[in-house]
């Protein structure tokens, strides 16, 4: 079975400053990882991802992403925060391919902007 | 390309009804999940469905059924409405089971009086 704990509920940054946000995961297989993000009264929008391959991920609006299998992380960072970037965001894992493909979230992090 | 719809966007129950949830997915794509969203319990998986057959089933009561059409447009019904069935409900698609991508709609706010 999978897991995926995000630390910190809430991250409050100031525009222009490093966006951080925490995920680790556990897999008894090879994980797939995803980072959604979701506005406000609007569903899931995918941000990016890692299947296989190179560990470090770009994704849309900026955002990045490294695969860690030795510290079973999946990080999520920006640059520079954009107040546009205020959501909340969910990682999630599957395990890859196989028949039990489901998606399994972690509780989220509302990130806030401040200008 | 249009992506994932759900129907209706809002709605509005009261306790031992019924429900019905519409959910249509981005062309081409066969697969389609339903997620529910609380405060409380974050995103869950409630099932999919691939070729009009359901192939994974979350933890939830048989009052939580689904079904998919030839067309793969999707359906869920949620029967003797419960308070506790207040929720986002999130439909999303994929080309087939084992691709790795799912893509979500705009979900469908449930409440339940």
């Known amino acids: 079975a999978q897991s995926v704990t995000q630390l910190g509920s809430h991250v409050s940054v100031s525009e222009g400053a490093l966006v951080l946000l925490r995920c680790n995961y556990s897999?008894?297989?090879?994980?797939?990882l995803f980072w959604y993000v979701q506005y406000p009264n609007q569903g899931l929008q995918l941000l990016l991802k890692?299947?296989?391959?190179?560990?470090l991920v770009k994704g849309i609006n900026g955002f990045e992403a490294e695969f860690k299998k030795s510290e079973t992380s999946f990080h999520l960072t920006k640059p520079s925060a954009h107040m546009s970037d205020a959501a909340e965001y969910f990682c999630?894992?599957?395990?890859?391919?196989?028949?039990?493909?489901?998606?399994?979230f972690g509780k989220g992090t509302l990130l806030t902007v401040n200008p | 390309k249009a992506g994932v719809t759900q129907t209706p966007r809002y709605l509005i129950k009261t306790r031992g009804q019924q429900v019905t949830l519409s959910c249509s997915p981005i062309?081409?794509?066969?697969?389609v999940s339903w997620y529910q969203q609380t405060p409380g319990q974050g995103l869950q998986f409630l099932f999919e469905?691939?070729?009009?057959?359901?192939?994974n089933k979350g933890n939830f009561p048989g009052r939580f059924s689904g079904r998919q059409f030839s067309n793969s447009r999707s359906e869920m019904n949620v029967s003797t409405l419960e308070l506790g069935d207040s929720a986002l409900y999130l439909c999303?698609?994929?080309?087939?089971?084992?691709?790795?991508?799912?893509?979500f709609g705009p979900g469908t706010r449930l409440t339940v009086l």
């Open positions: 469905y691939f070729s009009e057959t359901q192939r």
């Open positions: 897999s008894s297989v090879p994980p797939y």
């Open positions: 999303a698609s994929s080309y087939g089971p084992n691709t790795d991508t799912q893509y």
């Open positions: 890692y299947t296989t391959g190179a560990t």
């Open positions: 999630a894992v599957t395990r890859g391919g196989g028949s039990n493909y489901k998606l399994t």
């Open positions: 062309s081409g794509h066969r697969s």
